[in-house]
């Protein structure tokens, strides 16, 4: 439940029309209508009885509106009580979304769609970077929120402990460094690869960068790294190559008729993919856009 939707419910119990209320807030009546569904939704009732005369309010939609009205008095009480008039942060007009995470980019379309629907007056712009570029990125203004896939090392390293006041951090999964290998590959009939059976092959990277790839510094060739999943399932054709990646994006991109995954014999540290913006930004709009890059990660 947020702010916005709140407002609505009572404009609309002034003007029993999303198209009439959606003029008052500068916005669409397609918008007014979704953000509505969403409350009714996440309430799991029916707050409005819609009709060619107009809205009306369902019993329990006049619940719903009582409390609009409680919180509108609570706020105003709010502002005379701190003696001055408090202010909602003003939406902004674009929020830059930056991500090194692969596992974004089939469901970026939706994402931009989702975001769209809620808040078409607000411009998108999402980018992809390498995570080194992230945190400056962010701790910079440069952008208003990052998605990262990034393990625990590198991150431990790389935030300081005053730039992690400066930022919120939401781990929305909890991953594991594998390697995946073709179903064909001698390394296959293994139940744990060694660090002496990953330096006798040709490795490629994909997804998470860095990774602690070889445990206690252990040397070894890099043949390819990068996100394109189609030329890391070419390269384990050949049976003495494997891939590092993580257990999570093995099983979206690597079909398991094809390739095995495989765990090392020796510690590996975790991987996470994060959500991250700074603590200064509190908009319903990167709210709502957090809330959808949740879902699609966790889908």
Same mark, same amino acid.
């Given at each position: 439940?947020?702010?916005?939707?709140?407002?609505?419910?009572?404009?609309?119990?002034?003007?029993?029309?999303?198209?009439?209320?959606?003029?008052?807030?500068?916005?669409?009546?397609?918008?007014?209508?979704?953000?509505?569904?969403?409350?009714?939704?996440?309430?799991?009732?029916?707050?409005?009885?819609?009709?060619?005369?107009?809205?009306?309010?369902?019993?329990?939609?006049?619940?719903?509106?009582?409390?609009?009205?409680?919180?509108?008095?609570?706020?105003?009480?709010?502002?005379?009580?701190? =003696?001055?008039? #408090?202010?909602?942060?003003?939406?902004? !007009?674009?929020?830059?979304?930056?991500?090194?995470?692969? %596992? $974004?980019? /089939?469901?970026?379309?939706?994402?931009?769609?989702d975001?769209?629907?809620?808040?078409?007056?607000?411009?998108?712009?999402?980018?992809e970077?390498?995570n080194?570029?992230?945190?400056?990125?962010?701790l910079?203004?440069?952008?208003?929120?990052?998605?990262?896939?990034?393990?625990?090392?590198?991150?431990?390293?790389?935030?300081?402990?005053?730039?992690?006041?400066?930022?919120?951090?939401?781990t929305?999964?909890?991953?594991?460094?594998?390697?995946?290998?073709?179903?064909t590959?001698?390394?296959?009939?293994?139940?744990?690869?060694s660090?002496?059976?990953?330096?006798?092959?040709s490795?490629?990277?994909?997804?998470?960068?860095?990774?602690?790839?070889? =445990?206690?510094? #252990?040397?070894?060739?890099?043949?390819? !790294?990068n996100?394109?999943?189609?030329?890391?399932?070419? %390269? $384990?054709? /050949?049976?003495?190559?494997?891939?590092?990646?993580?257990?999570?994006?093995?099983?979206?991109?690597?079909?398991s008729?094809?390739?095995?995954?495989?765990?090392?014999?020796?510690?590996?540290?975790?991987?996470?993919?994060?959500?991250?913006?700074?603590?200064?930004?509190?908009?319903?709009?990167?709210?709502?856009?957090?809330?959808?890059?949740?879902?699609?990660?966790?889908?």
């Amino acid at each position: 439940m947020h702010l916005d939707q709140l407002l609505l419910i009572l404009d609309l119990a002034q003007t029993h029309s999303f198209n009439q209320t959606a003029e008052r807030h500068y916005t669409t009546q397609q918008t007014v209508s979704y953000r509505i569904k969403q409350l009714e939704k996440e309430l799991n009732v029916r707050i409005f009885n819609r009709s060619k005369n107009g809205v009306s309010f369902t019993p329990e939609g006049n619940f719903v509106l009582q409390f609009a009205e409680q919180m509108q008095n609570a706020y105003q009480e709010l502002q005379h009580n701190l =003696g001055h008039e #408090v202010h909602v942060a003003a939406e902004p !007009e674009k929020l830059t979304l930056y991500t090194s995470s692969v %596992l $974004l980019t /089939e469901h970026m379309p939706s994402i931009i769609q989702d975001f769209n629907s809620t808040f078409p007056s607000i411009k998108l712009f999402i980018k992809e970077v390498t995570n080194d570029a992230i945190l400056p990125s962010l701790l910079d203004g440069v952008c208003d929120m990052v998605v990262w896939s990034i393990n625990q090392n590198y991150l431990e390293k790389n935030i300081s402990s005053q730039q992690a006041k400066e930022i919120t951090f939401h781990t929305v999964l909890h991953d594991k460094s594998i390697a995946v290998v073709s179903a064909t590959s001698a390394l296959a009939k293994k139940e744990k690869l060694s660090t002496d059976d990953i330096t006798q092959c040709s490795k490629s990277v994909f997804g998470l960068l860095p990774i602690d790839y070889f =445990g206690k510094n #252990v040397n070894s060739y890099i043949l390819y !790294e990068n996100d394109n999943p189609a030329i890391h399932r070419q %390269l $384990l054709a /050949e049976e003495n190559t494997l891939c590092f990646t993580s257990e999570i994006m093995y099983r979206q991109f690597f079909p398991s008729d094809q390739f095995v995954a495989r765990q090392f014999d020796y510690p590996v540290l975790p991987n996470y993919h994060m959500v991250l913006r700074r603590k200064d930004e509190n908009y319903a709009a990167l709210d709502a856009l957090e809330h959808i890059i949740v879902r699609y990660l966790r889908a």
